[in-house]
């Protein structure tokens, strides 16, 4: 059997900060919101006071240095960015039992609030639904994972974001190093070779036609370690306005990652984030003390660096640079007085605005003032936020309803309340909405004053044509307000969208239960009932004509039915029963639902996306049943406990091939009856969310010994699992990374292959091994007790294989299983060998 070996490595600060256990704030009461009010005027000032930027690329969701971000953005006010080139599709939910697509939504919403936490600029680099920079999984190589995004379609929109950001520092999140992830090693790859090719004209020269110009990072850094850096950023320092250390606000961000279970909590005191310098095109030192050293951090820095390229020539770019940075010192002396903070924001607005216009008229060189122009228009947004904060303008946007159809008349209202002393004048407001749509204002969108505690409140009525586009949930928000006004003399602007996502939804939203089944072709003519649940979406009462198309020579009975609805958000169900032709090939067949009604046709489901921490989103898709035809011999009259972890649903899975599942409960394991259960499984890590079964351990283990079937699905050492868990010891391997089979392809040889497993109530092949999805087997063990058979080997291409995959023993009168394949995957794919395979197991007996 494979033993694992510990392997040094130097860790990013996101891998080693992961070790603590806990939460950072973990039923704290919300802030006060005067405090709240005073910390964001803070945030939102402190970044007039340098011009440097920087930017931290990583591969998922959670991959991001958070406590790094937040010393650079929150308490340096750097304009920092985080571009993460997936959405974390492949993983596992630890909140709910969305998967793929679904819960590539979640944890973009997730990560898009952690970004607001740490005031960073978020980019993701997939930007569609099953794009193909897609997480099809864990991986140990770079090269297939750049194989699968398309390496060409990644690097170009790495080097866009770096030509659009146009950052000092870059820093990939992680190393090259055999022990990470394939994910993790390929987004250092090219970010590494993005440091030199962003300021290549002729990489990419498509982007330069768009209007981007080539831009040289002036410094790249890669994770390092105490004993060997260049710089040590002190992440662990107290800031007193947010009354936190930086580890703390960005552990902050990280509870927003809830589907990964991220947060952790951190005492007070010293710490530190390693970096090592890898490229400079500035003079670098051994050891630095910031990492931007070398670099044109303030105003009056930006005006020296005007000078020296400038010669001499110019000098009132580099008057004004010098004029900003006082303007700068004044916005930061007059905090906490909100009003004068905003008579100086403003000033600055002013001096901004003179600024560019001398830079344009200017004779320095287009790269410089490319350059300067960015830097300033930077700095003009965050004084728009910056007025907003200080004159307490509060705007916001409120849709009668942000569930729409086609053809729909609505309406939206934008209000802008002055919370504050300043009195705001030419207050205009004006309502974005996609082409197409109509918007009429039922009152005036420009008010001449805006005084304290007054609102300004614009209602619009809001048609929706009838080709509108349904929602996406990676687009920016279809409607959103622009809110302009002066104060002190110059204007600021405020971008404001709805709380919640507002989208075109389809009229009817068909719900299928089940979404998946087979179709037992030992069986062809037995019926499959399907469940249609029917929310209208439509405006008011509707009427719909529900159908199944079902394939040729398939029969739904009825043909069709009528719905009819009262109200919008109204839910009907009614069933059908679909049966299929005498002959039946193996294969996949498809049955789909169709409603039609006076607001159009639609074949769609809408997934509600619903979570306090998220807010409310929706994933839009196919109303159908996939159907897997093949041949299943089923063990009659066995009874099944099934103990969820939550993390799966292959309980619903096993009744759909018609076995009888009950779901066990807390009390159940505690105190039920357990011989009533031919068979007992644990789903996916349950014993790390289930706090019953470790004190419960032993009923388990009576169980089998008195003749019951368990079934143990995989887990991490850290699911407080330990080898005595099970009758004969079973250690996991570790470092987890070497201890998994990723490759779905990979060959299986059948140690034991007389065993009953393979053989009873379904003979399983070579066959039953094809056609699996994403990964074979997650965290195997590496050490087991001589009792067990080992009943298969496999590994990735090249690599030693793993025996203890899944292991079986007789323990007294019954049998214990454990298996570290990832049926929570292949069984609601429909993967036949899979779930042939798992009725095996869960039928074995002694």
Known sequence: MKRGSWISTSLSLVSSLAIAGGLLFPAAAPPALADRGVVDLWKAIKPLTTIASAMNTGAHP?????????????????????????????????????????????????????????????GLLSQELNDPIYDFGFSKSPDET?????????????????????????IPAFLNEPSTHGHHRAISIITVRAYKDAADPHVFPEQLKAGLHPWQVKKLYLPASEKDYTVAVPVGNYDEVYGASYVQLGEESRFMHKSQGMGRQYDDGPKNAYYKLAESVVKAKEKEASLFDGIAYTFHDLAQEVETKAKGQDHNVAKDLRKLQEDADEVMAAYPKF????????????????????????????ALKTDLLHRLQVKAGQLDRASAEAASLVVKVKPDTGELVAGQATRITVTAYNGGAVELKKLKVKLNFPAGWTARATGPESFEQLKNSQTASVTYEVNVPANAEKFHPYEPSIVSADVTYEAFGTSAAVHATPENAVGVLPPYAMNLSPNATILNTLKPDQPIPVKVSVRNYAPGASQATISLA????????????????????????????????SQVANGKYEIQAVAKGAQGQSTENVQ???????????????????????????????????????????????????????????KDIQFGDLSQYDTIVLGIRAYAFR????????????????????????????????????????????????????????????????????????????????????????????????????????????????????????????TYTYSSLVWYREIPSMVPGAIRMFVNMVSLKQ
Not at 655 to 664: A, I, Q, S
Not at 744 to 754: C, G, H, I, Q, Y
Not at 766 to 787: L, M
């Open 550 to 581: 079902v394939p040729n020579g398939w029969k739904a009975e009825p043909a069709s039915k009528q719905l009819q609805f009262s109200s919008k958000g109204e839910t009907k169900s009614l069933s059908f029963t679909v049966t299929a032709g």
């Open 146 to 170: 750049l194989e699968k995004w398309g390496e060409e379609v990644v690097y170009e929109r790495l080097i866009k974001s770096i030509r659009e950001q146009r950052p000092d520092v870059l």
């Open 62 to 122: 959670d991959d991001e240095h958070s406590a790094t971000l937040a010393y650079l953005s929150l308490g340096r006010g750097v304009d920092t960015a985080s571009i993460i080139a997936n959405r974390g599709e492949g993983g596992q939910n630890e909140i709910g039992s969305e998967l793929g697509n679904a819960l590539g939504i979640i944890r973009t919403r997730e990560l898009q609030e952690a970004s607001k936490i740490t005031n960073v600029h978020l």
């Open 608 to 666: 509600v996306i619903s979570y306090p921490h998220i807010g409310k989103t929706y994933y839009i898709q196919p109303a159908k049943v996939d159907i897997q035809a093949f041949d299943l011999k089923l063990p009659e009259n066995i009874k099944i406990g099934y103990v969820s972890s939550g993390f799966d649903n292959i309980d619903q899975y096993l009744r759909e091939v018609g076995l009888n599942v009950v779901n066990l409960e807390e």
């Open 691 to 814: 706090p019953e079964l470790i004190p419960s351990n032993q009923r388990l283990l009576d169980y089998v010994k008195n003749g019951g079937n368990l079934v143990v699905q995989y887990h991490k050492p850290e699911d407080k699992w330990s080898p005595s868990l099970a009758p004969y010891p079973i250690k996991i391997g570790e470092p987890l990374i070497e201890w998994r089979v990723t490759d779905e392809n990979s060959k299986v040889t059948m140690l034991a292959p007389d065993h009953k497993i393979f053989n009873q109530p379904n003979k399983i092949t070579e066959a039953d091994w094809d056609n699996w999805i994403q990964d074979r087997a997650a965290y195997n063990p590496a050490e087991w007790g001589r009792e067990y058979t080992a009943l298969i080997s496999t590994g990735d291409p090249g690599e030693d294989e793993f025996a203890g995959t899944f292991l079986t023993a007789p323990y007294g009168r019954g």
């Open 339 to 366: 009003a004068e903070v905003a008579r100086q924001v403003h000033a600055m607005k002013a001096d901004v605005t003179a600024a560019i216009n001398d830079v344009n008229k200017s004779q320095l060189d287009d």
